[in-house]
Each structure stands twice: as C-alpha cells, then as structure tokens.
C-alpha cells in the first residue's frame, strides 16, 4: 500500500457568541482534517490542532510534510514520524508538531481501517467505554452568577458526574464565589473541575486554590504558564487540590519534564496538540511507569479512543453540542453520553467522516 495524496482541509466558523477563558477570548471554532489518500482505495483522516494559525501556515506544512510521505507504506507510521520530526528545523514544539500529528493521525485512521478495527483496539482495548465530564462555565457577556448556574446545572444534566468550569479572567474573591455558586447548584456529589488556561503566576494559584479547597475541587487544571513546571510543582506541594496540565505540552520529551518535576498530579495529554496518536501512547505509557493518570485534552472524537485504550485512562473531557452549536453537524454521528460514560465507537479506525455538503460553506483552506 502506498501513499498518494497528503491535504488539509480548512474550517472556520463564527461563534454564536463569543466565549472567554483565563487568557483569551474566542470567536471562531474550526478544525482542521488532514486527510491521506492511498493507492488502495483506503483514506484516512486525521485533525490537526492550530485554529488559531491562519490557513496558509498549516496548509504550506502539510506540502512540506508530503514530499517525505508520498510514494510511501501508510501503516509505518514510526518510521515517518521520526522523518517528519527534525526537532532543528520543524518542532520541537508549536504549530509544526501539531500538524505533524494530524498527519500521524491520519496514519492511524488507515492502519485502523485495514486491521478493521477501531483505533481504541487496534492500541490495546482496555475498555470500551470511559467516564466523561462536560467542559464549559466560561465567561461570557453578560453571563452572572445566575445564568452560570444554570449552565452548570444544565450540563449536569446531560447526565454525568463531573463538569468543569474556568477561573482565571476574574479577581480571585469573583472567581471564589463562581466557584461557590457552581458547588450549591451541583450539589456534593457531582465532581467540580477548574481550568485556569494559564492565567495565574504561581503564587495567585497558591491563593486561589487555597480559598477554593472547601470547595471540593477534583482538579485544578493549568494554573499557570506551560512552561513553568517549577512554579506549578510549588502549587501541587501548596494545596491538596490536584493539579492537571498537558494540553499544552507537546512529545514526550515534555511530558517527561512535566513527570520529573512533579509538576502535575493528572497528565492531559492532546494527541491534536503533541504529535499525534503515535506520541500519545508513549506519553501514556511513560504516565504508566511513574502511576500517573491520563484525562486528554478536548477533541472527544479522537480521545474517546486513546483513552480507553490505556489502563490509567481516567476520564474523558466532552464538549456538548450546547458549547458550539455547530458540533453536532460536523461529522456523521456524534458520541452520546450514557449513564455518565461515553462509549468507544465500534467503526474501523477513528471513525470519523467529515460531513462535507455541510461544512462547504465554512472551508476557508
Ligand atoms: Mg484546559
């Protein structure tokens, strides 16, 4: 089997609204797929993180990844992964191993439409289905103290036992009370996470997390800047909360420092983020070795796979079609939440198709 087309393909769409975090504001969504077409008749599709990067950037990555590819057997995916990576030159972090990724997941998707297994069996079929927890509480214009619990209640609702909400766009009192109003409207119950996306220096993670401990908080999710692993080991030393980071740290070089420095209690790992499916499993078994868990970072579609893959899967993070109105028409079948778990979906490979008469009118690549 050979290699004979390496694309991406781009979308944008505006938000319905735009949505802040703890550093920035949002006004699109988009993905972008990377797709490999082979002389067998066989494709497959990989999505690459960077919505943030224009078209052209990612777009001129992927022609300079496919002179490598072109001509070659898709199921070796080590071998072009260590021939992509030229950590001088592409990498070793950033917008080039993100792409790099989408097009080792795009490897992946092959090799599990060959096998005719999905992913999640292909790499080890640990278990079928997962617990999940809905991201979101984020700040919005005009969105108080009431129109956030009615959010978290909502999304409780969906039926699971854990939601996340960000803290870090605030003064650390408001963000107290956010997390205040969060906790009564959910009850003891329901596991409660933040997420900083890095907004803090180490010592206002300190003071937060130390005002937000009666709270009962499941993690406290990247306090500070990804490349501070010192300040965020103090935190973890600081506070009984646990620390979770990793979306944005990429190979397993990084995760390795993270690991070392004690840096984090939970890994998030993106496999859109640092370098694909086949860096995903190494990250996952290093995690292993020092009896860490794993609760990957966005993209429910591809996680849902890797992380019951693996035996320190511990949860899945699940954006709602209520968070991106569009979610629900982008690809052929959306994962449903049941009884708390999402279940790994039984089609070969990722199991993923673009609906692509839909999405027409947002390709801007
Ligand atoms: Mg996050």
């Given at each position: 089997m050979k290699i004979t087309d390496v694309r991406m393909e781009v979308y944008s769409w505006p938000r319905e609204k735009p949505i802040t975090n703890g550093l920035y504001t949002y006004t699109?969504?988009?993905?972008?797929?990377?797709?490999?077409e082979t002389?067998?008749?066989?494709?497959?599709?990989?999505?690459a993180g960077g919505d943030q990067v224009s078209p052209e950037v990612t777009v001129s990555m992927v022609e300079h990844f496919k002179e490598i590819l072109i001509g070659k057997d898709?199921?070796?995916?080590?071998?072009?992964?260590?021939?992509?990576?030229?950590?001088?030159?592409?990498?070793?972090?950033g917008i080039t191993t993100r792409v790099l990724g989408g097009i080792d997941m795009a490897l992946w998707d092959i090799k599990g439409k060959v096998a005719n297994l999905p992913l999640y069996k292909l790499l080890g079929g640990f278990t079928n289905r997962i617990d999940t927890y809905v991201a979101g509480g984020y700040y919005e214009e005009?969105?108080?103290?009431?129109?956030?619990?009615?959010?978290?209640?909502?999304?409780?609702?969906?039926?699971?036992?854990?939601?996340?909400?960000k803290v870090g766009a605030a003064p650390i009192n408001v963000d107290i009370?956010?997390?205040?109003?969060?906790?009564?409207?959910?009850?003891?119950?329901?596991?409660?996470?933040?997420?900083?996306?890095?907004?803090?220096?180490?010592?206002?993670?300190?003071?937060?997390?130390?005002k937000a401990?009666?709270?009962?908080?499941f993690w406290f999710e990247e306090p500070v800047e990804p490349d501070d692993?010192?300040?965020?080991?103090?935190?973890?030393?600081?506070?009984s909360i646990p620390i979770a980071a990793?979306?944005?740290?990429?190979?397993?070089?990084?995760?390795?420092?993270?690991?070392?420095?004690?840096?984090?209690?939970?890994?998030q790992p993106d496999a859109l983020v640092l370098g694909g499916v086949t860096e995903f499993m190494k990250i996952a078994a290093l995690a292993q070795a020092n009896d860490l868990d794993i609760a990957p970072h966005g993209k429910q579609e591809v996680h849902i796979h890797l992380v019951t893959a693996v035996p320190n899967g511990l949860i899945l993070e699940y954006y709602a079609d209520t968070f991106d109105t569009m979610h629900g028409n982008i690809f052929n079948d959306t994962l449903k939440i049941e009884d708390g778990y999402v279940y790994a979906p039984d089609r070969p490979g990722l199991g993923i198709e673009l609906n692509t008469e839909f999405l027409a009118k947002y390709r801007v690549g």
């Open positions: 699109h969504s988009g993905i972008r797929p990377v797709i490999i002389d067998e008749g066989v494709t497959g599709i990989g999505l898709p199921l070796d995916n080590e071998r072009h992964w260590h021939e992509m990576w030229r950590p001088k030159l592409v990498g070793r972090r005009g969105k108080g103290l009431k129109e956030l619990a009615a959010e978290m209640e909502h999304n409780v609702d969906l039926g699971v036992r854990a939601v996340k909400m009370e956010r997390v205040r109003v969060a906790r009564e409207v959910i009850g003891p119950d329901i596991r409660l996470m933040v997420d900083a996306n890095n907004a803090y220096r180490h010592y206002q993670a300190i003071e937060f997390a130390r401990e009666k709270y009962d908080l692993y010192i300040g965020q080991a103090e935190i973890t030393r600081a506070t990793g979306e944005n740290e990429y190979t397993r070089y990084g995760f390795r420092d993270m690991i070392n420095t004690r840096a984090v209690d939970i890994l």
